[in-house]
Structures are given as C-alpha cells and as structure tokens.
C-alpha cells in the first residue's frame, strides 16, 4: 500500500483496475460474494448496497460519520451534500439493514481518476464485509464510468483504515496531498 499526506494529516491510498461487484443497477449485498472478489469477512446477510438519498438518509449518514471518528465539516452540510450530488450521485452509497444505515461512502470522478472517501461502517457492524461490499462497488461504477485508477483519502493516523485498505490491495504513494478551503 502507497500512502500520501496533506496539509490535513491525510492519506491518499491507491488502486488501479479493480474487480466487478454486481450487474450495473442492482444493489449489492453484502453477505453475497461474487467469485470476483477477494475472500475475505462476508458474514452480513440482509445488508443492502445502494445510492444515497439527500431527504432519506442525511441525518443518519452524518449521524455514522459522527460516531465512526470522522469531522464534519462545511462540505457535508445538506447543502454541500446536495451539491456533490449534481456530478455523480451514483458515486454515493448506503449500506443498510433493515432498514438502518449501517455503513456509507462517498465516490467522485474527475474524468480519469477515481476517489473516495469518508467510508464508515458502524461500529456493530464491523469486520462482516460491509466497508470491502461498499469499496468494491464505488470501484465497479467508477470502473463503468471509465476510470482506470482510484484513490482513496484517509486520515494519517487512521492506522486501522490503512491495514484495511491494504488487505484490499492498495497501496501508499509517495505523494503529499495539500489542501485548502475556499470559502
């Protein structure tokens, strides 16, 4: 795994290519694993991959980001939210049982290069496949969408993020992520 920092104490974490996860519109779920995917922690029957919805799922998915360590910041307002949601709204996705939220990530593309980040699992729901399920999806539609290459942003210090990423193949580049705001 390659990782690179920010100004943030950020990691970019990268994969090229990537393996298909389930036909195009269908939600993915996580108990289910295609012969495609690496083995690995799969024991989530009943969870349900599919996009996220602004009037549906904000307060949870910002309730999960809360709990699960991550800041929350001017961009993931419902307005921010909403905004992101104009370029590629299939590039965010829930992870739910019964109808709880219990895992989100959120997927963008410039074009030619995949991200993601902001990728939480509640902690309950943990080390049963749902954050790989989720990964393996954003990279199968960023696939589709033509993109050859993603990366992944992570925190610096978020040691458990980067093994996780790891097991999935990714790795840490030598790079330096430097950021600001603009508003």
């Known amino acids: 795994m390659t990782s690179t920092s920010s100004s943030r104490g950020e990691h970019v974490v990268q994969q090229r290519g990537g393996r298909a996860a389930s036909p195009a519109n269908d939600p993915v779920h996580a108990g289910d694993v295609p012969s495609n995917r690496p083995p690995g922690p799969s024991d989530s029957p009943g969870v349900v991959i599919r996009r996220f919805s602004l009037s549906r799922d904000y307060d949870d998915v910002i309730d999960l980001w809360r709990r699960s360590g991550l800041d929350i910041g001017p961009s993931e307002t419902r307005e921010g939210i909403a905004?992101?949601?104009?370029?590629?709204?299939?590039?965010?996705?829930?992870?739910?049982?019964?109808?709880?939220i219990v895992g989100a990530i959120m997927g963008t593309n410039d074009g030619?290069?995949?991200?993601?980040?902001?990728?939480a699992v509640d902690r309950s729901e943990r080390r049963h496949g749902i954050g790989t399920a989720l990964v393996r999806e954003v990279e199968r539609l960023l696939r589709r969408d033509g993109v050859v290459k993603v990366n992944a942003i992570?925190?610096?210090?978020?040691?458990?993020?980067?093994?996780?990423?790891?097991?999935l193949g990714y790795d840490h580049p030598a790079l330096t992520v430097v950021s600001r705001r603009l508003t």
Do not use: I, T
Request: aromatic residues 16%; positive net charge; hydrophobic residues 40%.
């Open 83 to 100: 905004k992101k949601l104009e370029r590629d709204p299939h590039l965010f996705l829930v992870a739910e049982r019964e109808g709880r």
């Open 112 to 119: 030619r290069r995949g991200y993601f980040y902001r990728l």
């Open 154 to 167: 992570v925190k610096a210090d978020n040691a458990a993020a980067l093994e996780f990423y790891e097991r």
